[in-house]
């Protein structure tokens, strides 16, 4: 857990007498039209599916994609972290040419884990050989939590952007790709050659995943949330792969920007740069649709990931909007569920739950780890080992999760913009809940049908949706 230093808030201080509505375009925040310089992917799965019913199902595999929009050369650090408690498990550079794509994919492991590899051309640092990349417990081996190769097999994975080049230089020559689709020399991409000149990051990164089970037929899409103006100003600074850094904790300036629940735009000054990134991503409520139907033996699972909560929580305490220390039962945070059906009601506060197991002291529904999966009436569609069962009578219908109302992250000054009206706000420098991106997931089991020709078909699909929320003021 990061620690309040002296030097954060000089800096913090220094920020105060700027803080106002022009410094709205200088604020980290979230993109509706999900280009940035940061991309947080919700969640990564090599587990085995599950039929509604129990039925063990393949695995899933994970495709993902990193688009670079822009005419600039760009150095991205990629990051996939385990979902208990976000323990780096891989780390790679790319370096994106003018309007390049990189994509790979990550799937299961013969040792029982969970390994990358990628058909793609694009230069990386180190070069990604002809076989898989397996993910490593190195970080988490022997934390509190314990857990070998299946800890690797579900998280979370980020993209940082690090710095720009010019075209001209040897970098971006050598990076750009030529018409036979190949860069034209990646022995010119390498950590010294990054680190000569690095320019100001511009953004314009965007991304998608897809979890697709073959056999079950699920393919479930996730867009990227992306971070616009996460550094602005700060230079382009080169990080090696390897290094913990960039993360959350680099966002220049230590400003977050969110949309409250009434539209308007709400901006705060934090004491830490995560913080900031924090009121970005933050949200009290959040809400999304349910599928239970006996006739298509339907199931529903949420993905509910919390990206900069590792850097606000460790075994010695937590950082508000958390609330708990991490032990080997995770970090729980209380939530409160109000479960509705199509027809208005009835709103059943907390319904019922199956915890797996709860852990010690926990009497009602929270959240415990970094990326955690809410699935309903054991449906278990990912097959999630950080599953929390919901179960309710309902077959279908919308559910509003609420987090606790301490759960709070202050800003030591605000601004705030009513697009209504067109006049400045003076906002709370309470910002409320917890710093949640996700989506949800929903299978529909029809059994085997035949076609007009009395041909079977498989006739099992799945659906993603991505989530709604509250704002992180009234």
Partial sequence: ?????????HVALAGLSTLGLAGAAEAVMVNPNGLGQVLVYPYYTVRNGFNVGGVSAAPF?????????????????VRFREGKASKEVLDFNVFLSPHDMWVAAVTPSDAGGAQIETPDHTCTVPTFPATPVPFRTTDFSGDVIGGGLDRLTEGYFEVFEMATYDPTDPLSIGAKHTSLGFPADCTAVNDTSAAVAPLQPNGGLSGTATLINVLTGDAFSEDATALTQ????????YFNTGSALPDFSNAIPSTGTGVSSSGTIVQGLFPLPELAATAALQHPNV?????????TASGTDWVLTFPTKHLLVDTSGALPPFENALGAGGSCDDITLALYNREEGPPASNPGTDFSPLPPGQAG????WESNILTFNASNVLGSANKYNITTGESDGWMNVSFRAGAVN???????????????I????T???????????????????????GKLIQSSYGVSNGHRYFGPQP
């Fill in 426 to 429: 003076t906002p709370s420098t």
């Fill in 1 to 9: 857990m990061n620690t309040f230093s002296k030097k954060s808030l």
């Fill in 287 to 295: 809400i999304n649709q349910f599928i239970l139907d006996k006739s």
């Fill in 410 to 424: 202050i800003a030591l000054t605000t601004a705030g913009f009513d697009p209504s009206t067109g006049l400045p």
């Fill in 61 to 77: 595999n994970t495709l993902l994609s990193i688009v670079n929009t822009t005419n600039s050369t760009k150095a991205v650090k």
């Fill in 431 to 453: 910002f409320s809940g917890l710093p949640t991106i996700g989506f949800a997931v929903q299978t529909y089991v029809n059994g085997t049908l035949t076609d007009t020709t």
């Fill in 365 to 368: 529904p929270a959240l415990c």
């Fill in 230 to 237: 996460f550094n602005v100003g700060g230079g382009g600074k």
